[in-house]
């Protein structure tokens, strides 16, 4: 059985309106930017830092070049990695990830795409 998960999400400029402040770890993303916030409990959206990945913590990345709504990753790691996905136009995007085994593991979109998953 597949698991879904979905971060909470909005625009820009309703993040900026509302101004809620996220609970501590909770992510928040902006759809029309591609950009998230990680919340502390304490700190309005307003004056959060956006959050990057830290590509010093990146134990593999897989370079997705042909179109395609199934990326099958051999990354060899030999644990089940955590994933972030950046489509070509470095949007940040979501799939449904499967774990073959501690080696290997399957992402899969709604519609083909192009672009890096950073493994960690």
Avoid: C
Avoid at 86 to 100: A, I, L, P, Q, R
């Amino acid at each position: 059985m597949a698991v879904q998960i979905q971060l909470r999400n909005d625009t820009a400029a309703n993040w900026t309106s509302v101004n809620p402040t996220l609970a501590q770890g909770e992510v928040g993303i902006e759809r029309d930017t591609g950009l998230m916030k990680i919340g502390d409990g304490a700190t309005d959206w307003d004056n959060l830092v956006y959050s990057s990945i830290d590509t010093t913590q990146v134990s593999y990345t897989h370079t997705q070049s042909a179109v395609s709504n199934n990326w099958v990753i051999a990354h060899n790691l030999g644990y089940y990695p955590n994933i972030q996905i950046f489509d070509s136009g470095d949007n940040m995007v979501e799939g449904n990830v499967t774990h073959s085994n501690n080696v290997s593991l399957t992402v899969t979109f709604s519609a083909g795409l192009t672009g890096t998953a950073y493994l960690s």
